[in-house]
């Protein structure tokens, strides 16, 4: 049971580059949520999903998009980077009123 | 949308002394308050978390009380030890909802010295 993982770690991106970020959880949870996190702010919620092959706008959607075609994989693209998505994203899945989080992922956009 | 203010943002506490970190909410139809603890370069994790239906929850040396009528909830460390020092984030969120998503405080670095 690894419970919630993110791929990859830590990624450097030039700006107008694209990338997936990878979000497993093996808990069969339905809730899956993905947060960004910056210096001096708490967590703040880009997108959701209430279940497979749902997904919803959270707080700080734009330049985001995300896929849950799978219950246990929910996926954030960025499609054209830039430097204030510099970042740790967090990926968080939930039970009941739990939400458990994935280890984070260490984004620079230069 | 719900918006949570946390406050101190830092707080330095020798060991042994007590801890308070308090948060306002400003959703009042918002029910469900956890606080998270994330040490550097980690996630958040859970430490406590309390319902709208219950004024106070103890868990040995950390509690967290609620006033709805005011709007805030507060949570509080006893006996601080240094593995104390972390972040703390308090969080809000409505259970009622199909979103059930949480709003974060800004958090607070708390420092016990030895």
């Known amino acids: 049971n690894a419970g919630v993982t993110q791929t990859p770690k830590f990624r450097v991106l030039k700006t107008g580059q694209s990338m997936t970020l990878l979000c497993a959880q093996d808990?069969?949870?339905?809730?899956m949520y993905w947060y960004r996190q910056d210096p001096g702010m708490g967590l703040r919620l880009i997108h959701y999903?209430?279940?497979?092959?749902?997904?919803a706008k959270g707080e700080v959607p734009d330049g985001y998009n995300v896929s849950r075609l799978k219950k246990q994989n929910f996926l954030l693209g960025l499609e054209s980077a830039a430097p204030s998505q510099t970042s740790v994203y967090f990926c968080?899945?939930?039970?009941?009123?739990?939400?458990?989080f994935g280890p984070g992922t260490r984004l620079l956009v230069l | 949308g719900e918006n949570v203010e946390q406050h101190p943002s830092t707080l330095s506490v020798q060991e042994g002394d007590s801890a308070v970190i308090k948060c306002t909410y400003s959703?009042?139809?918002?029910?469900?308050f956890p606080w998270y603890k994330q040490e550097l370069g980690k996630r958040p994790q859970l430490i406590i978390d309390i319902r709208s239906n219950v004024g106070e929850k103890k868990d040995q040396r950390i509690a967290v009380t609620l006033n709805k009528t005011a709007k805030h909830f507060s949570l509080h460390i006893t006996e601080t030890q240094p593995e104390d020092s972390a972040v703390y984030f308090c969080a809000a969120s409505r259970e009622d909802t199909g979103r059930r998503a949480l709003t974060f405080g800004s958090g607070t670095r708390l420092q016990v010295q030895p």
């Open positions: 968080a899945s939930r039970f009941a009123t739990s939400q458990y």
């Open positions: 999903s209430v279940g497979e092959g749902t997904t």
């Open positions: 959703d009042s139809a918002s029910n469900y």
């Open positions: 808990m069969n949870h339905e809730y």
